[in-house]
T-cell receptor, first 116, second 113 residues
């Protein structure tokens, strides 16, 4: 079926506003990962879920960042009180097996966030 | 924690030549090493991966080698074609841990026709 989808593809917001980024993983995939990718860099881990349980959020930069996956499918990454340094490409990935099995992670096209 | 270094940052080759990209990792517990290709405007796509129980894996024009002792692994692309032009990322993770990937900074490969 379809691959990982993310919305919106582009988001421009003003400093101080909250934003919500959505990830729709491949149907049936157990694990869902959020990464952030700065220009010219590799993706940097933020957090991940097995089903609806958030297993690791050690990569979230601070408490303005949060994520949820309430029904074990779609996930939302929320950034509160955005700052210019939050500007980046935010990527979601999903894998069929639970995290830790060395399973292929399939990446979405990303959401380009620009904070003015 | 794990740290992955990738070299070179840019690589330009003539069509038909081979290209080699090298990565080193710091955590000896890492045991899963995927390579991703990222084309402009798209997300990274897995092209090949290797686990620590093997030293080499090949898939048509692409091969990956792993040296656990030296903690480095390499991507080899033979008979390069213009469509191989992209940014390539190596990554490492611990199978049996949470599975999040630690990526290198990427190599921009340009294949000139």
């Amino acid at each position: 079926g379809a691959g990982v989808s993310q919305s919106p593809r582009y988001k421009v917001t003003k400093r101080g506003q909250d934003v919500a980024l959505r990830c729709d993983p491949i149907s049936g995939h157990v694990s869902l990962y959020w990464y952030r990718q700065a220009l010219g860099q590799g993706p940097e881990f933020l957090t991940y879920f097995n089903y609806e349980a958030q297993q690791d959020k050690s990569g979230l930069p601070n408490d303005r960042f949060s994520a949820e996956r309430p029904e074990g499918s779609i996930s939302t990454l929320t950034i509160q009180r955005t700052e210019q340094r939050d500007s980046a490409m935010y990527r979601c990935a999903s894998s069929f097996l639970a995290g830790g099995r060395g399973d292929t992670q399939y990446f979405g096209p990303g959401t380009r966030l620009t904070v003015l | 924690g794990e740290n992955v270094e990738q070299h070179p940052s840019t690589l330009s080759v003539q069509e038909g030549d081979s290209a080699v990209i090298k990565c080193t990792y710091s955590d000896s517990a890492s045991n899963y090493f995927p390579w991703y290709k990222q084309e402009l405007g798209k997300g990274p796509q897995l092209i090949i991966d290797i686990r620590s129980n093997v030293g080499e894996k090949k898939d048509q024009r692409i091969a990956v080698t792993l040296n656990k002792t030296a903690k480095h692994f390499s991507l080899h692309i033979t008979e390069t074609q213009p469509e191989d032009s992209a940014v390539y990322f190596c990554a490492a993770s611990q199978e049996g841990s949470q599975g999040n990937l630690i990526f290198g900074k990427g190599t921009k490969l340009s294949v000139k026709p």
